[in-house]
């Protein structure tokens, strides 16, 4: 199947809205009570927040789209926001990759990944950063085949829940 990545525009933030939400679902959806599951994706991935981040020449988001335009995944990246002591000004940080379920393990995410992480280097090489949920396996050792490696932990509120996030750091 033939996928499409772009840049994503101010027009998408609706459909970066719904996507966001639905894969974040898909993943850690059963990890939380449903009231603070809603309440996170109300707050977290509400269209306005995509909106701002569109609108900020900061922070960069690309979408992914079967060839008969369904969005199936997308990336987020910015300015590092990680609550690690060693995080510098001009530090990047990959803050969101996503892919629906039904799309995975061909690739598409190292695609989005790529986009975002030349971006994020389009000036030269400069520290990244990225919060990858601790029992995630899967996503810690697909960062790791692209030199990051563990620099601390925090911990990541969806409601009452506390997540034990893992920080990972190339540079």
Known sequence: ???V??????DDAATLAALGARTF??????????EDLCAFLE???????YARWLA?????????????????????A????????DVRPGDGELKRLYVRAGHQGG?????????????????????????????NFGA???????????AGEYEFPVGRVRDREFIFRRG
């Open 1 to 3: 199947m033939t996928h």
């Open 5 to 10: 990545i772009r840049r994503a525009t101010p």
């Open 25 to 34: 679902t898909e993943t850690f959806g059963h990890l939380y009570p449903e």
């Open 43 to 49: 707050e977290s991935h509400a269209p306005q927040a």
């Open 56 to 76: 900020d020449p900061a922070y960069a988001l690309w979408l992914a789209q079967t060839a008969d335009g369904e969005a199936i995944g997308y990336a987020l």
């Open 78 to 85: 910015g300015p590092c926001g990680l609550p690690h002591p």
């Open 107 to 135: 690739g598409l995410g190292a695609r989005l990944f790529e986009q975002a992480q030349a971006w994020l280097e389009r000036d030269g090489p400069r520290t990244l950063w990225i919060s990858v949920w601790s029992e």
């Open 140 to 150: 810690q050792r697909f960062y790791a085949r692209y030199g990051f490696a563990k």
